[in-house]
């Protein structure tokens, strides 16, 4: 049974540090998603990548995050300074076609930041 | 630009009542519509999808879903609703025209009284 598989699960953090997600898509997927959950603003897409090229990082604040596909099989999501806004669960997600089919979701990291 | 509004942020029904989530969408062309459910504490999981042909489409754990073009909807149904269908469900709609990524709607949460 393939699963998106996500690291940590959990994490807490002060103020200030540096934190990296880590997300293992499908083996075979070629499109990566980064989700940010949080109660005010639901589901936001973060960015997201096709056979490893990033396509759009518009929903991401572009001064302390950035997201990479160092190869085919690990994506990674970083925040540098953390800041207690950030604290949310983050989700990531992978898919065929390029995007255009459905979307399978890992369980999700979920951040504080205090 | 494509979008997706999901009126009812809450909703409780009686265990073994019917159920019916509503969706709708805004999108220039043939869209491919998702139904996503999230349990407490997990990832996204697909329920149904629709890309084309008939428009009443069966998912996963007795759903279902009908794709009205003239109204621009995607309602998900279920016959008699069980306990553990208490989540919160997402439509999402995709591609958009330039990239493949879907739009989620902001999501229902779903209560079932015993």
């Known amino acids: 049974d393939a699963r998106v598989t996500q690291t940590p699960r959990h994490k807490v953090t002060e103020m200030g540090q540096e934190v990296t997600m880590r997300c293992q898509p499908i083996?075979?997927?070629?499109?990566v998603f980064w989700y940010r959950q949080t109660m005010m603003q639901g589901l936001e897409l973060l960015a997201y990548f096709r056979n490893r090229a990033p396509l759009d990082d518009s929903g991401m604040p572009k001064d302390r995050f950035s997201a990479e596909m160092p190869d085919a099989t690990l994506a990674t999501l970083k925040i540098q300074p953390s800041e207690p806004r950030d604290s949310a669960v983050y989700f990531c997600?992978?898919?065929?076609?390029?995007?255009?089919?459905?979307?399978?979701f890992g369980p999700g990291t979920r951040l504080t930041v205090l | 630009a494509q979008s997706v509004t999901q009126p009812d942020i809450h909703i409780t029904v009686s265990e073994g009542a019917s159920l019916e989530l509503r969706c709708n969408y805004s999108?220039?062309?043939?869209?491919?519509l998702f139904w996503y459910v999230q349990s407490p504490g997990q990832g996204l999981q697909l329920l149904l999808k629709y890309f084309s042909g008939d428009t009443l489409v069966q998912g996963i754990k007795g759903f279902e879903a009908e794709f009205k073009r003239s109204q621009s909807s995607f309602n998900l149904r279920k016959p008699s609703v069980h306990w553990s269908d208490a989540a919160e469900y997402f439509c999402?709609?995709?591609?958009?025209?330039?990239?493949?990524?879907?739009?989620f709607g902001d999501g229902t949460t779903l209560t079932v009284k015993p």
């Open positions: 083996l075979g997927h070629n499109t």
């Open positions: 999108y220039g062309a043939t869209p491919y």
């Open positions: 997600a992978s898919g065929q076609r390029g995007g255009l089919d459905e979307q399978f």
């Open positions: 999402a709609v995709g591609p958009s025209y330039n990239a493949g990524k879907s739009t």
